[in-house]
């Protein structure tokens, strides 16, 4: 569920996958990308929440 959340708002998905400051630093720099480049930046974005929810599973699996 929270992949499917970090299609549209990966700040709240980072921050859902237990990273507080990292979602607080990635929403200050996504929102601005969002409005002046259109929406051209999105994707890094996703791919970065993708990797932290891996990330934070992988951590409770085998820790």
Known sequence: ???L???FL??????LAGRPIVAIVTFLIW???IL???GLGHPIFILLA???IYQA?????YG
Request: glycine share 4%; hydrophobic share 55%; aromatic share 8%.
């Open 10 to 15: 990966p700040p709240l998905s980072i921050l």
């Open 1 to 3: 569920m929270n992949y």
């Open 50 to 52: 993708w990797v932290l």
């Open 5 to 7: 959340l970090a299609l």
């Open 57 to 61: 599973r992988a951590d409770r699996r």
């Open 31 to 33: 929102l601005p990308a």
């Open 36 to 38: 002046i480049s259109g």
